[in-house]
């Protein structure tokens, strides 16, 4: 049976008088856990006011998927006062590390104990801050760190892409070009005569302009194609097809080969069709080059817009172009955002700059895309498209920028509370509850603006107020 002595050796236990020791203790009912046993878990109902008189328990959250400890428990201690007074959900899983004895008051026997004591009502309430300030400290650490890990998965996805295309281009690039050296030698030593080799130069160049700049017509390249394989099986090219994708890309037609070639038609030396060859060589390493330097810029543009996502090198403030951080942070999305969800941007081109704390509102841009992406994940209303509409606009001296989805919306019953520390529609272990205060505080603490909620069924529009200085 729990003693006063026990009771005692807290301090918010000192203020209580000796008949009210020994109403907790006739009112607590003992609990005794093995190491690894749970007392409660995280998204529990309020289990009641727990007094720790021996061993230890840690303290858990479920972050992305994995149980990350936030804590511990060491005896003589007490808990679960938060959840009794605010009736939340319990928002962390409790497990014993080592053989502990606790003991229990329900939630109403607590009450009951905290309006019967003014010092004992204030040091629990001190309990509570100081409980509430340690867990949204390390839960926001994790939600930066989560929304780094994000981004950054994110990142490597889009680069892979860009690189591994780079990587296969420097591989095939060498013996293509040591192979049209090659030809380039036998050529020369048939002194050809200067017209015909000017010819095929220009065909050669004008391939190049071509393939720099596509047509993108898939029935005019395929017919080509078509045309192209019939001409070189005709003439008698091995492996007709492997050369007619080339030739195509070059804009070559079956009639300049007829009249470039006849002069070898009938002949058994290399050059019967080495000029085919060549060419379309020469054309696969325009195309190799124009590749590799697609996915340079690609890899450019990337690290360039993760640089200016951190604002790295910069001061903590100065002016910016709120254009500039949205589209780097819709790049940096760019690998959830291609699995069927529709940006549309509907920017004031004429907004100025504005003086701010850019690394903290791109996390304003990270967590409100995000969360549009999550809710368009749940599903859209009607079978419409999903859809982020991102509006910019001058209005009474502030900027004004609307991030609109067209999910399901937010219950009508939690959208007084989205904006609560911890408070979160998303499944257990999926989100903490501290995106949008984390939004709230960066628009309305470091900028002096204001966060705004709209939503109903097909529509949430988060909007974001932030004052023009002049």
């Not at 590390?97 to 905290?114: K, S």
């Not at 990142?155 to 295309?165: G, K, M, S, V, Y």
């Not at 038609?265 to 590799?292: K, P, Q, T």
């Not at 069927?340 to 690394?359: C, E, N, W």
Request: contains cysteine; glycine residues 8%.
């Amino acid at each position: 049976m729990l003693c006063a002595d026990s009771l005692q050796q807290m301090d918010a236990f000192r203020h209580l008088p000796p008949e009210r020791l020994a109403w907790v203790c006739d009112r607590a009912t003992p609990i005794h856990l093995a190491p690894g046993q749970i007392l409660v878990s995280e998204g529990d109902p309020p289990q009641g006011f727990f007094i720790q008189v021996a061993g230890q328990i840690t303290v858990s959250r479920l972050s992305n998927g994995m149980d990350m400890p936030v804590g511990r428990h060491e005896s003589p201690s007490y808990f679960g006062e938060i959840q009794v007074l605010t009736e939340d959900l319990v928002p962390v899983t409790l497990t014993a590390d080592t053989p502990t004895e606790l003991y229990q008051l329900n939630c109403c026997d607590f009450l009951d104990l905290v309006h019967s004591c003014r010092e004992f009502e204030k040091d629990i309430f001190r309990t509570v801050g100081q409980r509430l300030r340690g867990l949204e400290s390390f839960v926001r650490t994790r939600e930066k760190m989560a929304a780094l890990g994000t981004l950054s998965a994110g990142l490597a996805h889009e680069l892979n892409n860009p690189a591994a295309a780079l990587v296969r281009v420097m591989k095939d690039i060498q013996p293509a070009v040591m192979e049209l050296q090659r030809m380039n030698l036998v050529y020369g030593q048939h002194q050809v005569d200067d017209d015909h080799t000017a010819e095929w130069t220009a065909m050669r160049d004008r391939g190049f302009a071509a393939i720099a700049n596509p047509k993108n017509d898939p029935l005019e390249q395929g017919d080509r194609e078509e045309a192209l394989t019939q001409w070189l099986e005709d003439y008698g090219v091995d492996e007709a097809w492997k050369l007619a994708e080339p030739l195509a890309a070059g804009e070559v037609e079956p009639a300049t080969l007829d009249r470039l070639m006849g002069r070898w038609r009938d002949g058994e030396s290399e050059l019967r069709d080495m000029g085919i060859r060549w060419l379309a060589l020469s054309f696969d390493v325009m195309a190799m080059i124009r590749n590799g330097l697609d996915g340079a810029e690609r890899i450019s543009k990337l690290v360039q817009s993760m640089k200016s996502y951190s604002y790295m090198d910069r001061a903590a403030q100065q002016q910016i172009n709120i254009h500039d951080g949205i589209e780097d942070t819709l790049r940096l999305f760019q690998f959830k955002l291609k699995h069927g969800v529709t940006v549309k941007r509907h920017y004031d081109q004429s907004l100025p700059k504005i003086m701010a704390f850019g690394s903290e509102l791109n996390q304003v841009w990270t967590n409100l895309i995000d969360n549009a992406i999550d809710a368009l994940a749940e599903g859209v209303p009607n079978g419409a498209s999903p859809t982020i509409d991102i509006r910019t606009c001058h209005k009474n001296g502030q900027l004004r920028i609307e991030i609109e989805d067209n999910g399901p919306g937010i219950p009508a019953e939690v959208k007084s509370r989205i904006l609560e520390p911890f408070f979160t529609t998303k499944g257990m272990g999926k989100g903490s509850g501290l995106g949008l205060d984390v939004v709230r505080r960066i628009v309305e603490n470091r900028h002096g603006g204001s966060l705004l909620v709209e939503s109903a069924p097909g529509r949430t529009c988060f909007i974001v107020l932030l004052p023009l200085l002049a």
